[in-house]
T-cell receptor, first 109, second 113 residues
Framework: SQKIEQNSEALNIQEGKTATLTCNYT??????LQWYRQDPGRGPVFLLL?????KEKRKERLKVTFDTTLKQSLFHITASQPADSATYLC????????FGAGTRLTVKP | DAGITQSPRHKVTETGTPVTLRCHQT?????MYWYRQDPGHGLRLIHY???????DKGEVSDGYSVSRSKTEDFLLTLESATSSQTSVYFC????????????FGPGTRLLVL
């Protein structure tokens, strides 16, 4: 079956550092992969989509990579700020339209 | 939240009672979805709709039914609520079918006692 794993439940980093979140998928090859942000008590918000023929995509301080050989996406936030604290969900295309369980990022001042 | 509202936002109910959650959109998107979110499981699809009166089951559809009589409204009904249906429920919309660029509502927190 298609599996999606976000390896870390929680990640704590210092303000100004780069946060790196990981999303792995197994048993299939998605045509695209997305990252969403979710704040407590709110619905997820779409951030970025990267397609299988794209290696890297950037949006302001965000960068996403998509390694179809490793079956992995990395999500980077550079120059992190306390306002970046949230849960980040990955969503590789899949038959069940399932999202990953998320990684809770805390950026400390 | 991209013109999507959910009601109620919070509900406490008893086991065995029926519950209906409502999702309303002002974006005129064709596709609407109901998800549940539980710790450790991520978002899982319950049902989705690809047009008025057109719906299909998702991964965790048992115990749930849906209806869509107008483009803007998508209802989720728990026919006889159970404690395992305690969860946070999210409605989402999209212009094309599938995961690509979905917009989510604020969620409904449901507690079944």
């Amino acid at each position: 079956s298609q599996k999606i794993e976000q390896n870390s439940e929680a990640l704590n980093i210092q303000e100004g550092k780069t946060a790196t979140l990981t999303c792995n998928y197994t048993n299939y090859s998605p045509a695209y992969l997305q990252w969403y942000r979710q704040d407590p008590g709110r619905g997820p918000v779409f951030l970025l989509l990267i397609r299988e023929n794209e290696k890297e995509k950037r949006k302001e301080r965000l960068k996403v990579t998509f390694d179809t050989t490793l079956k992995q996406s990395l999500f980077h936030i550079t120059a992190s700020q306390p306002a970046d604290s949230a849960t980040y969900l990955c969503a590789p295309e899949n038959n069940d339209m399932r999202f990953g369980a998320g990684t809770r990022l805390t950026v400390k001042p | 939240d991209a013109g999507i509202t959910q009601s109620p936002r919070h509900k406490v109910t008893e086991t065995g009672t029926p519950v209906t959650l409502r999702c309303h959109q002002t974006e005129n998107h064709r596709y609407m979805y109901w998800y549940r979110q539980d710790p450790g499981h991520g978002l899982r699809l319950i049902h989705y709709s690809y047009g008025v009166k057109d719906t299909d089951k998702g991964e965790v559809s048992d115990g749930y039914s849906v209806s869509r009589s107008k483009t803007e409204d998508f209802l989720l009904t728990l026919e006889s609520a159970t404690s395992s249906q305690t969860s946070v429920y999210f409605c989402a919309i999209s212009e094309s079918v599938g995961l690509e660029t979905q917009y989510f509502g604020p969620g409904t927190r449901l507690l079944v006692l």
